[in-house]
Structures are given as C-alpha cells and as structure tokens.
C-alpha cells in the first residue's frame, strides 16, 4: 500500500483550472520526483498535499496519506499532521527561516509543537537531530543565528525542522537549485540517507533533471497542470512517449557553438587582486582583524573572449566581480579595463564600458516602469543619449536583438515570463554597446528549455555583436558550453585555469576535479531517444 496516493486532483482558482487529474503515489522509503517547467503545477501539487493551498482553491479528487484524506481534514487536524507526519523543505531556506530565532529555538518549536516534554528535553534532541543532519554542537551550537551560517548550512536546518518528528512523508521543494554543486552534492546525499535510515517516502520537486535522473526510483512529468508521463527512472529514461520529456532531457545536454575568439588582445586586466574585510576586534584594546576575500588573483580577459568564472559559495567570485565593476576598493594589486584603472571613483564612461546581468531579472528592475525606460536606463551614462526617433530605433532594434518585440517596450516587468525577463536585462545590458558584460549567475534560476533558449541568445550576440563576457555560475554544463577559457576559484584564490574543454575534460587541481565529480550527471542516453 502507497503511503501517498494521489487520485484524480484537480484544482481551480477562480475558474482557471490549475491542476487538472493529477494522479501519483509515493511508497515508504521511495524517492518520486516531480519535474516539469515552471507553471507546470508542481510546486501546487505539493501544496496541495500540505492544504497549504490560497483560500480560494477549489480541489477536488483525493490525497491519502496513510489512508486518510487530506482534503477532508480541518485545518486543526492538518496543523496536527503537518511536522509530525509531513514534513516539507522549501527552496529558499532564508525565507522559511525566522532571523530573529537561533537554529535550536526554531528546531527545538517543531518538537514543542507536537509534544508534551519538557525544554530542556526537547533542546537535546534539536541538538540531536542538527547532528544528523551535519550540524554537530561543537562546530553549530544551538545558539547560531540563520544569518551566521552558509546557504547550504541553513538548508540543513529547514532540514532538521522538518525531520524532527521522524514524519512518514517528506516534501522538498526543489532544495538545491540556489546551492553550489558540492553543496548540492552533500544535501541530496543526505535526503537519501534520512530516507534509507526512516524509511519515509521523498516526494521531489525539482527542473533539475540530471539531479532526478541520479536521485529518483520514478519520475513525474508535468506540464500544464497534467502528468502528461510517469514510470521508474530508468523505465522512463530509456523509453521516453512524449515528445515534451524527450524535449526537456534534451534542453538539460542544450550545447551551442560559439564563434571563434578573435586574436588575443587584452580587454580585462586583473593583477595581483587583494580584497580585504574588516573584522570586529576581539577585546577592547586588540587590533582590528581583517578577513582577506581575494588573494592575489590575476587574470586577462581578451576582446571577444568569453570566459568562466566557477567555485563554491564563499569563494570570493562575488567580492571579484564587485570589484571588476569598480563598486568595492582593492587593497592591493590593480584592474584595467582597456589599460585604464577601474576604481570606485571612476568616471561614467569606464562604467558605461561595464554592464552587469543578475540572477534574479524581476529583483533588479523597478516594477512601475515601463521596458523602454527599464532598458535605457544606462543613457545616463552616456554624454549624448539618443532622443526621439533614434531613441526608439535603439531600443527596437536591441528588443529585436535579443528575441522580443519592438511593440514589448510599452509593457510592465510582471507581464513577462522569467526568461523574457532575462532577455530585457540582456536588453539594457547591451544598449550602450559595452566593452564587458558580466553574467552573474544568469541563467541558474530558469527552466532546462527556457535556459537552452537565452544560451542560444548568447551565441547569437557573439556573432552579431562580438561579445566579451566573463560568466560567473556554479552550473559547469553551462560554464563548459557558453565559455572559451574558465578559472576556477577556491578561497579567494585561482586555483586552475585554461582552455574550457581542456579543464573540463583533463582537470588537474585535486579541487577542480572534486567539483566536476560532485556535478549531477544526466546518464547517457541513446541519441534516438533523446532526439525522436
């Protein structure tokens, strides 16, 4: 007997269906993931099962755990369930973390919740299951607040809340797609000891197909709100129906053919790069500590070069980057940009020769402004701005540049897809025709297709506009296909570094090769399938 079983659930909001005959189930001690694009009713799914769902929500069809049906529950009865038989982890542990709480409190209140023991009880066993989830006491006291740990870290403290009551069903939303691949490594390692040691069911959710591929004993394919396939994983895998599976396996081995690189001429300088960070001094009268974040890094960018930046969290690739821009000081060494110094004092011409692209699209645009002004906004920079029609020649034609509409200048942000979002930040990064866009984790919060297409777009722009770029990512299938050089960054410093495929292929620092072998790996599948 399934410990979860889904049948028939369908879901409306309004009228609009969201879910539609969505049917699953999930045993003791398996590991179903749940994959499919973004809207195609996952994340609901697994809302669904928690009856965390808006107020408005018309469900229907049955969600058994244990024989029970959740959407017969009141919500009393689903607070007495949640935590103590469905536990969930969610994708951003920040967010589900209170900051104002230490780790053993925010632990320690599952417990409390479902059980009647007295704190100092209840306080060893935080500290207990904070240990099974690699946070021993000694290194991680109880008294650590979530901002004095690492993202990774914090996952496994959402971790430890949810499995502090040993539940029969775990849920985690897509957990690692913010993490490093060695930390991605270590936090999926540890959801399938927990279900090996508790015997308890994993529903995944996850876009991360080579993380399914190598986790999964079934997978689940959505799309609009349907399971359009579903079957063991290596069932699945070697006899795939539909055509849209076959299209997202595809999508997560996207490669794209970059144009050569142009002769070496050097465009980005950086030589003997030291970035220091002040420390709190220890007593009254001991001197300041510093923490040093960059050690002596050098390297050169060439014009036309596209290169990759890739390390774990804390690396120090951030504090570089902030650098290269000019918007944090060196304490020693120095950076040129076209043999002038970057520096934070630097005039508006060396900052219209930089452009940066973030991770989140939707974070770095104003929400009340329109396109045409969001993607003109480095006119400023600029001592004779277009006006007029040229303006509006300008913006059609990078809109048109970058696979968008002239007539998507008069829209808002919200009305845009996550992806077309990112097309308009490459939009206003390529407006002032800049000397070096830096790509800051550019593409790692996308879906497998909507990825493939802007890794397209990419190679596009370097034909027609002769892109140089330095592209920082912690995803190595797409540093290994958007890249013609990458460095490899270690505590602050560049521990290897050359030829993309050369790196990737033959690594020679033991830590670059500990990074390409924590990657999740989609297996090898036949070219008939993956392309039919």
Do not use: W
């Not at 309004?14 to 999930?26: A, F």
């Not at 004993?217 to 399971?227: E, L, P, S, T």
């Not at 001429?265 to 220091?276: G, S, T």
């Not at 206003?428 to 790692?444: G, H, K, M, Q, Y």
Request: with cysteine; proline share 6%; glycine share 6%.
């Amino acid at each position: 007997m399934s410990l979860l079983d889904i049948q028939n659930l369908s879901m409306s909001i309004v009228g609009v269906p969201i879910l539609q005959h969505v049917s699953l189930s999930v045993a003791s001690g398996e590991i179903v993931a749940v994959t499919g694009e973004s809207g195609s009713g996952k994340s609901m799914t697994a809302l669904a099962v928690m009856q965390l769902l808006p107020d408005i929500a018309q469900a229907s069809g049955t969600v058994s755990l244990g024989g029970t049906n959740i959407l017969d529950q009141s919500e009393a009865q689903m607070c007495a369930l949640r935590g103590a038989s469905i536990g969930m982890v969610f994708q951003e542990p920040m967010t589900a973390l209170n900051p104002v709480q230490t780790i053993g409190d925010q632990v320690m209140e599952t417990i409390l919740i479902h059980k009647a023991m007295p704190k100092a009880k209840a306080r060893q066993h935080a500290q207990d299951v904070l240990e099974r989830v690699g946070l021993p006491a000694d290194r991680f006291p109880l008294s650590r607040f979530p901002h004095e740990l690492s993202g990774g870290q914090r996952q496994r403290v959402v971790i430890a809340m949810a499995i502090a009551l040993r539940p029969k069903l775990l849920i985690a939303d897509e957990p690692t797609t913010a993490l490093d691949v060695t930390t991605q490594a270590q936090i999926l390692a540890l959801l399938k000891d927990l279900v090996q040691d508790y015997d308890m069911g994993l529903l995944m959710i996850t876009h991360d197909l080579a993380v399914v591929a190598d986790l999964a004993d079934k997978i689940v394919v959505m799309r609009r709100g349907k399971v359009i396939e579903a079957g063991p994983t290596q069932d699945l895998l070697t006899n795939m129906q539909q055509p849209y599976t076959r299209m997202l396996f595809a999508a997560s081995n996207h490669q794209v053919a970059l144009p050569p690189p142009p002769k070496p001429k050097p465009l980005l300088q950086v030589k003997d790069a030291v970035r220091d960070y002040a420390l709190p001094r220890t007593s009254l009268f001991a001197a300041p500590g510093h923490y040093r974040a960059v050690k002596q890094v050098s390297f050169t960018l060439n014009r036309g070069e596209r290169l990759g930046l890739v390390g774990e969290s804390g690396c120090g690739k951030s504090t570089l980057t902030r650098a290269i821009l000019g918007l944090e000081p060196l304490q020693g060494g120095q950076i040129l940009l076209d043999g002038q110094p970057v520096t934070p004092t630097q005039g508006a011409d060396m900052q219209r020769k930089m452009q940066v692209v973030f991770q989140d699209p939707f974070g770095s645009f104003n929400p009340r402004h329109r396109v045409d002004r969001l993607i003109t906004e480095p006119f400023y920079l600029l001592t004779d701005p277009p006006k007029g029609r040229a303006r509006q020649n300008l913006i059609a034609e990078t809109l048109i540049a970058v696979g968008l509409s002239p007539n998507d200048a008069t829209k808002y942000i919200h009305q845009f897809s996550g992806g077309q979002r990112q097309r308009i930040a490459i939009a206003r990064a390529l407006i002032t025709r800049p000397e070096l866009i830096l790509f800051d984790e550019a593409v790692s919060a996308l879906d497998v297709s909507v990825r493939a297409q802007i890794l397209d777009l990419l190679a596009d722009l370097c034909e027609s506009y002769a892109l140089t770029y330095l592209f920082i990512s912690h995803d190595l299938n797409v540093v290994r296909t958007i890249t013609d050089r990458v460095l490899v960054m270690k505590a602050g410093e560049i521990v290897e570094q050359g030829a993309t495929e050369t790196v990737f292929s033959a690594p020679q620092h033991p830590y670059t090769q500990s990074l390409l072998a924590a990657a999740p790996k989609l297996p090898e599948l036949s070219k008939g399938v993956i392309t039919a």
